[in-house]
């Protein structure tokens, strides 16, 4: 166990060294100025040249990339993730209140496409041939090639023009205090971002999932399971749910990485408050700080994302805890 924590704290230690040199370094090749982002054009041209240098001083845009990357990298082992200075605001703080509505978010589009997935996966491996599963397969297909900010204005036009049955946009209602904001008003504005967000990986899982459980239908322990007088879906949930768990698990934790890059787009298309749209507005903004905040929550996110699904694989599966441990005994 001590040999797994240290193993996995290097790693982490790791990606999230890179990720922040990665995203430093992209910012710093970034055509865009961020001075000029800040202001605009036209003020910004009929500015004085001691003006545009204070400005450039406080954005420090003409400091190396090293010293900048040395005194972010040493505010961070105090504590300090710097100061976004799109927001005028310290970075945790911007985080901190954009965390929870995204969080939110991700975690209901994360659930709705894990389940629906999985279960129109099982559906159309059982009826393998036959309407429901072309049906399934022809929706899957073409939710695949379908751009979530497409069908986040395609949601919008129908369900909130035409409809009328959810609100264009925001995570609360326009003009209401935050504390006079009911749970169905949050749930309201979060029905049409989380179902386009969960788009994204319903239609992956479901595939898979329909693969697996032709797969695992066409293994000899179910036909002996169906010989002894169980019916196809006796013998799928009794002796071959867990093989259809294990991938399907693997492919809903790995599409964290995905839900969140989704979420981008999402939170743009229907203005929604979240860590996604302050990522567009640092990286359209040259804020350096919070744009590698975000990016290191993002890489958190996924880095746990996949370390639960190696812990969950001993739940689902016990012989792969036997593996690991023999692996353990070997090093």
């Given at each position: 166990?001590?040999?797994?924590?240290?193993?996995?704290?290097?790693?982490f230690?790791?990606?999230?060294?890179?990720?922040?040199?990665?995203?430093?370094?992209?910012?710093?090749?970034?055509?865009?100025?961020?001075?000029?982002?800040?202001?605009?054009?036209?003020?910004?041209?009929?500015?004085?040249?001691?003006?545009r240098?204070?400005?450039?001083?406080?954005?420090?845009?003409?400091?190396?990339?090293?010293e900048r990357?040395?005194?972010?990298?040493?505010?961070?082992?105090?504590?300090?993730?710097?100061m976004?200075?799109?927001?005028?605001?310290?970075?945790?703080?911007?985080?901190?209140?954009?965390a929870?509505?995204?969080?939110?978010?991700?975690a209901?589009?994360?659930?709705?496409?894990?389940?629906?997935?999985f279960?129109?996966?099982i559906v159309?491996?059982?009826?393998?041939?036959?309407?429901?599963?072309r049906?399934?397969?022809?929706?899957?297909i073409?939710?695949?090639?379908?751009?979530?900010?497409?069908?986040?204005?395609?949601?919008?036009?129908?369900?909130?023009?035409?409809?009328?049955?959810?609100?264009f946009?925001?995570?609360?209602?326009?003009?209401?205090v935050?504390?006079?904001v009911?749970v169905?008003?949050?749930?309201?504005?979060?029905?049409?971002p989380?179902?386009?967000?969960?788009?994204?990986?319903?239609?992956?899982?479901?595939?898979h999932?329909?693969?697996?459980?032709?797969?695992?239908?066409?293994g000899?322990?179910?036909?002996?399971?169906?010989?002894?007088?169980?019916?196809?879906?006796?013998?799928?949930?009794?002796h071959?749910?867990?093989?259809?768990?294990?991938?399907?698990?693997?492919?809903?934790l790995?599409?964290?990485?995905?839900?969140?890059g989704?979420?981008v787009?999402?939170?743009?298309?229907?203005?929604?408050?979240?860590?996604?749209?302050?990522?567009?507005?640092?990286?359209?903004?040259g804020?350096?700080?919070?744009?590698?905040?975000?990016?290191?929550?993002?890489?958190?996110?996924?880095?746990?994302?996949?370390?639960?699904?190696?812990?969950?694989?001993?739940?689902?599966?016990?012989?792969?805890?036997?593996e690991?441990?023999?692996?353990s005994?070997?090093?």
């Amino acid at each position: 166990m001590l040999r797994f924590a240290l193993r996995n704290i290097a790693k982490f230690s790791c990606l999230m060294a890179a990720v922040s040199v990665l995203v430093f370094v992209l910012v710093s090749l970034s055509p865009i100025d961020p001075v000029q982002a800040s202001v605009g054009q036209a003020a910004y041209l009929n500015m004085g040249e001691a003006k545009r240098a204070e400005l450039a001083r406080y954005w420090d845009v003409g400091t190396p990339l090293w010293e900048r990357y040395a005194n972010w990298a040493g505010a961070l082992f105090r504590g300090d993730l710097g100061m976004s200075l799109r927001y005028n605001a310290p970075v945790s703080e911007v985080i901190a209140a954009r965390a929870a509505s995204s969080l939110v978010l991700m975690a209901s589009a994360w659930a709705i496409s894990g389940v629906v997935g999985f279960v129109l996966g099982i559906v159309a491996g059982m009826y393998r041939g036959r309407a429901a599963d072309r049906l399934i397969k022809g929706c899957c297909i073409a939710l695949a090639a379908t751009p979530a900010f497409w069908l986040g204005l395609v949601c919008l036009m129908v369900f909130a023009v035409w409809l009328g049955w959810f609100p264009f946009g925001f995570s609360v209602p326009v003009g209401v205090v935050a504390a006079e904001v009911t749970v169905l008003d949050a749930l309201r504005h979060l029905v049409l971002p989380a179902l386009t967000l969960s788009v994204v990986g319903i239609a992956h899982i479901a595939l898979h999932t329909r693969e697996k459980a032709i797969d695992v239908m066409e293994g000899d322990y179910v036909r002996f399971a169906q010989m002894r007088g169980l019916g196809r879906w006796q013998a799928l949930l009794r002796h071959g749910l867990r093989n259809l768990a294990l991938p399907a698990l693997t492919l809903q934790l790995a599409s964290i990485s995905e839900i969140f890059g989704g979420s981008v787009l999402v939170e743009q298309v229907f203005s929604y408050p979240g860590l996604g749209q302050a990522a567009v507005v640092a990286g359209l903004g040259g804020d350096a700080a919070l744009l590698v905040g975000i990016a290191l929550v993002s890489a958190a996110l996924v880095f746990g994302g996949n370390m639960a699904a190696n812990l969950l694989y001993g739940l689902v599966d016990p012989r792969m805890r036997k593996e690991e441990a023999r692996g353990s005994a070997y090093e």
